[in-house]
């Protein structure tokens, strides 16, 4: 039975019976990666379809250019809960690459520039089922959403839809893509309320009772919500936990947050800022008080994790925008436990004094002996006495010793897309390798 929680209500917004349960509408359109965003030239694109005997078959982007195209429209579905409705494409259906092509398979493994790698049977990318698309909304399609060119298989979830589409595999027996291996097990179909209710198949991870046993404010108008939830299994830091609203009438809304501390038995701690027009983010900011209900699921994610215990010395380099500090503290944090604490370094990103989140506490940990070293940048507005102007972060403020490039700190960058997509684009720039840069973002 779900926890009611007190004074929810809630905000019946669009989305009818195309809208599967759980999901929300957003007529945005999230950019999720698990790293920085590969630039492929179209002079050094290419696709590559091998089948199970290991036939191979390449197009280069004028070869993809010159094979017939469609403009499918539909209906996106992501597994973190957004959902985007009547997206525009062009691009080329699967079945054109399979033409006097026999995959001999009964699975395809596809593979990305950027290393991402996701599977789903050859049933589920023929028949006009899906689509290697290099147009959206009628504009060549960005770098960040997956350009020049993106698989397009809009009846599952969206990351089965691969970014930038490399290679194509066939194969008799299932593959795990990386994504797929950490988090689902199994192909997962968005299914809307009409057409099979309550059938909505997800994460393994089953929802328990939480209490907010305390409030911290972190700015005047973000704060910490300290939760309590019996059997909890514990976390690493950089995981994020959903968590579901209930109102009186039964409506629900989930969302999703990051956790801010390392375990500490049944206790997790979730720092949360009011979204512009949002339904579930100011409830939690401006109306939760100790003692209230809800419900909690996690921990989620296993690629945006730091474990200080795992015996790896190597500098870390934390670079968060806005809000993105949140799971970066988790892992400053969790530095505390660790038996030889790493060097660490977090870089955080705000518009003025007021905003930086955790400010005390940071401030403490690094005067300590041994601390971190944090940095603050201020885009707008800086405190009085400050060396640094207002202004973005540049490619100075990451260039400090001991976590340059030669360095080989392992980088973990959070916060809105822009600023994701800046600074891990600086890293690479200077020349801190792909593989070592790991992204969350959010917006």
């Known amino acids: 039975m779900a926890v009611i929680s007190r004074g929810f209500h809630g905000r019946r917004g669009p989305g009818g019976d195309r809208l599967p349960p759980g999901q929300y509408l957003t007529e945005d359109f999230p950019v999720l990666s698990a790293g920085p965003t590969p630039h492929v030239p179209l002079d050094r694109w290419s696709f590559t379809l091998t089948t199970a005997a290991g036939e191979k078959h390449t197009w280069d982007w004028d070869a993809l250019m010159s094979l017939p195209s469609e403009t499918p429209q539909a209906d996106i579905h992501c597994v973190t809960r957004w959902s985007k409705y009547g997206t525009r494409w062009r691009g080329v259906p699967v079945d054109a690459f399979l033409e006097g092509v026999d995959p001999d398979g009964t699975y395809v493994l596809v593979t990305s520039y950027g290393g991402y790698s996701t599977d789903m049977p050859l049933a589920d990318v023929t028949g006009g089922r899906a689509w290697i698309v290099h147009e959206y909304d009628g504009a060549p399609l960005p770098p960040e959403h997956g350009g020049p060119a993106r698989m397009l298989v809009p009846h599952l979830y969206f990351w089965k839809s691969a970014k930038m589409g490399e290679r194509h595999a066939a194969d008799q027996d299932r593959r795990a893509g990386i994504l797929g291996a950490a988090r689902l097990s199994r192909v997962r179909r968005p299914v809307a309320r009409a057409a099979r209710p309550g059938r909505l198949m997800r994460a393994p991870a089953r929802w328990r009772a939480a209490v907010v046993a305390e409030v911290r404010q972190e ?3 973000a704060r910490t919500l ?3 939830a019996d059997g909890w299994p514990g976390h690493l830091a950089g995981q994020h936990v959903d968590l579901r609203l209930t109102a009186e009438d039964g409506y629900q809304a989930v969302r999703s947050y990051s956790l801010c501390a390392p375990a500490d038995g049944p206790r997790l701690e979730v720092s949360v800022q009011p979204v512009a027009d949002g339904e579930v983010s100011p409830y939690l900011a401006g109306e939760v008080r ?3 209900e809800l419900e909690v699921r996690g921990p989620l994610g296993g690629w945006f994790v730091w474990d200080p215990a795992d015996g790896v010395p190597d500098p870390v380099l934390l670079a968060g925008g806005g809000s993105g500090v949140a799971p970066l503290m988790a892992m400053v944090r ?3 436990n660790a038996p030889a604490p790493a060097p660490l370094r977090l870089l955080h990103s705000v518009r003025a004094p007021d905003q930086r989140w955790y400010a005390a506490e940071l401030d403490r940990l ?3 002996p ?4 944090v ?3 201020y885009t707008r507005q800086a405190p009085p006495g400050a060396v640094r102007p207002p202004g973005r972060l540049t490619l100075p403020d990451l260039e400090r010793p001991g976590w340059r490039a030669q360095d080989a ?4 960058v959070c916060g809105p897309t822009a600023f994701v997509e800046a600074v891990s684009g600086l890293l690479v720039e200077v020349g801190h390798p792909p593989d070592r840069i790991r992204t969350e973002r959010f917006g």
Do not use: N, W
């Not at 041994?370 to 070293?373: Q, Y």
């Open 334 to 336: 969790a530095r505390r």
């Open 219 to 221: 700015t005047a108008d």
């Open 370 to 373: 041994g601390g971190p070293v």
């Open 409 to 412: 700190p392992r980088c973990f």
């Open 290 to 292: 100790p003692g209230d």
């Open 375 to 377: 940095d603050t940048v």
């Open 226 to 228: 300290v939760l309590t």
């Open 366 to 368: 690094a005067a300590e």
